[in-house]
């Protein structure tokens, strides 16, 4: 089952993935650098710059037992950054034994003015702090910034200042307020920098990290997403024997990759679940159907239950009702058909990003439930088959790629569970406003791929506002709906930028929307960055 992610998981998940490079749930991997978070906005990035450099990570908690870390055998440790400062009384605590592990460690930010204090540097809290852009002045290039040049930019977040490296460190650079931007220990594998390498703000941060994980570490970048594809197999047949699964399928990227990894591993013992409740996009059940039955002859079974959905939705016009709505609905047409198959495991496409958030959230407030339909509830008797836990989202759909997924499918733009219902705005749920709203979303879908910009938006879409504007066609005055384009540019939908798509393809959608589609008599464009808005209206 999978809307713009798929149901997360909890804490206990995590304990269960750090206890040891042997796991039941963990991967098996040959080498891997581990990052400890310390609370910064950026650690979860850390550990996807990693990823691409050719070396798997994982992001852990910062207290994560020496013995567990010990057991991993990592080729190195990261410690990131964090908001703290070193010398707060609830300030993230960095233990010597970390350091002194006999693999190379790399402090970023906070991590750095931790181990400098730890090992009796200087760390002062400047009367300036250093946010945003820098300038970094290499006065010793060392092994962590060999052949890098003498001047840069970096980006910078910090109050805390390192203003001595502790005793037998050897100072590498300085930045505009930051004496010691960058230290190293290369006999005790010790290495810290003020800088953020993980941000595009920092032109030479991927070199930095390479610098450590290929020069210090000793690894070798033979890692990629594709290079798991057999290893889940294996553990897939592993853990299934000969039982029968079952997977909720829902066309989105994340179910669809997992449901081919498991076909793929147990043939025909594994059954589809396609529960259509008609708020889908333009065709889109037709191609899930055509994809998985037809293409990849996978066994499928295809529910059309939108005229339920709609009854259940009349009247229905708060958001979290709706979506409560629409997910229990989704549970009980699913058990419907669960109850068909005798099926001991369940299929979902839980992914790393989601096994992060679930266990690195304690204190944070609900900003509203969850865009997939529901979780199912905890009565059902099945045991969890999850292939890509670990995964990123750019690395599922590089696992796609490589499973021979369909292009369209493979990049297709996270799609929210209860669909487009959320997208109607204001009012309830009906025929003729989804086929507005869909109508709409197909217009926009179509023009940007004719501009080429699909594949640079995380998401694009169309929002139907229920109220009513004047407007003028055809000499006469007319009384319809305005419709609003949403497109948002984002790296994993953490943080998000509204897109500055190009005037004429604008003014294009806006036509088409007017003249083809009746009842719609106007078009706005929506701004706002997450936060402080939600990529969806609902």
């Not at 997403?225 to 047949?237: C, L």
């Not at 997992?258 to 043939?267: D, I, P």
């Not at 694009?460 to 709906?481: I, N, T």
Request: proline share 5%.
């Amino acid at each position: 089952m999978s809307g713009t992610s798929e149901a997360p998981v909890g804490d206990a998940a995590i304990e269960a993935g750090v206890a040891g490079g042997a796991a039941a749930d963990s991967p098996l991997i040959a080498q891997e650098v581990l990052v400890l978070d310390f609370g910064g906005q950026y650690s979860q990035l850390i550990a996807r710059r990693v990823r691409e450099c050719g070396v798997y990570s994982e992001l852990l908690p910062s207290d994560i037992s020496v013995d567990a870390l010990r057991e991993r055998e990592p080729a190195g440790i990261i410690l990131s950054g964090g908001p703290a400062s070193v010398y707060a009384d609830d300030a993230p605590e960095l233990r010597s034994e970390l350091l002194e592990l006999g693999v190379p460690v790399l402090g970023i930010c906070y991590g750095m003015q931790a181990m400098a204090l730890k090992l009796g540097g200087r760390v002062e809290s400047a009367e300036i702090g250093e946010f945003g852009r820098s300038n970094l002045h290499v006065r010793e290039h060392g092994k962590l910034l060999r052949d890098l040049p003498d001047e840069q930019q970096c980006w910078m977040s910090h109050r805390d200042t390192v203003y001595e490296p502790p005793p037998g460190f050897t100072a590498l650079a300085a930045s505009d307020e930051s004496p010691v931007a960058a230290f190293e220990n290369v006999e005790r594998g010790l290495y810290g920098i003020q800088f953020h390498p993980e941000v595009v703000h920092t032109p030479y941060g991927t070199d930095v990290l390479k610098r450590f994980l290929y020069d210090v570490c000793g690894a070798d970048g033979r890692w990629s997403p594709a290079s798991v594809i057999d290893e889940q197999i294996a553990k897939i047949r592993a853990q299934v024997g000969e039982g029968k699964v079952i997977c909720g399928l829902s066309g989105g990227v994340d179910s669809s990759v997992a449901a081919l990894l498991v076909h793929k591993a147990v043939g025909d013992q594994l059954t589809c679940v396609f529960v259509d409740h008609g708020m889908m996009r333009k065709n889109e059940a037709e191609q899930v159907v055509s994809v998985f039955r037809d293409h990849f002859e996978v066994p499928l079974i295809h529910v059309d239950a939108s005229e339920v959905f709609l009854s259940r939705l009349a009247s229905v016009t708060d958001p979290e009702e709706k979506r409560k709505t629409i997910g229990d609905q989704f549970i009980r047409t699913f058990e419907d058909e669960a109850g068909k198959i005798d099926a001991k495991f369940l299929v979902q496409g839980t992914l790393y990003s989601d096994v992060i958030e679930s266990g690195a959230g304690h204190g944070t407030a609900v900003i509203k439930s969850h865009h997939n339909v529901g979780g199912l509830p905890e009565d059902m008797d099945f045991e969890l088959v999850e292939p890509l836990r670990w995964l990123f989202k750019d690395e599922v759909r590089a696992v796609g790629a490589e499973l021979g997924m369909p292009e369209r499918l493979v990049w297709r733009q996270p799609f929210p569970g209860p669909g487009l219902a959320i997208r109607i705005v204001g009012g309830e749920v009906n025929e003729e406003r989804l086929d507005i709203v869909r109508e709409a979303d197909a217009i926009l879908q179509d023009e940007i791929r004719k501009a080429g910009l699909y594949r640079e938006l995380w998401q694009s879409f169309c929002v139907l506002p229920v109220v009513r504007s004047v407007g003028v066609q055809g000499d006469e005055r007319s009384y319809a709906y305005p419709i609003v384009i949403r497109a948002v540019t984002s790296d994993d939908a953490m943080t998000a930028d509204w897109a500055r798509l190009p005037y004429d393809l604008l003014e294009t959608v806006s036509k088409r929307l007017i003249n083809e589609i009746r009842g719609v008599n106007r078009v706005t464009l929506d701004i706002s960055s997450k936060p402080p808005a939600t990529i969806e209206w609902e």
